[in-house]
């Protein structure tokens, strides 16, 4: 009887896969704080991971190149950047504890299914 490591893991596979791409996100609206004009951008981790869990129970992947979302400012500036060091940096620490907890959760299960193989 073989082991199903996506079953082992459950969504936390995928929770990695699109928190990682939301830190790549956070990190360059980050990196562009003193740029004129630029728009800090964001993902709908929630609904990307309900298209993606949709996709695998119908067989295609429904994951594709959508449009990204633009943060409203709370405080507009005069040259047009978007970018809120604060909320960006809340938003990248709240994002690196979730991807934390989702490798945990992974790291402790095979863990568990390293000790069943060897018969602990």
Known sequence: MGINFKEATGVHADALHLRSERTRILASNIANENTPGYQAQDMDFSASMAQLQAGK?????????????????????????????????????????????SLTFINMKLKGLAKAINGQ
């Open 57 to 101: 129970e119908g067989g295609l992947s429904l994951m594709s190149d959508s449009d990204p979302l633009y943060r409203v400012p709370f405080h507009p500036t005069t040259d047009g950047n978007t970018v809120e060091i604060g909320v960006e940096q809340a938003a990248f620490s709240q994002n690196a504890t979730d991807f934390q907890t």
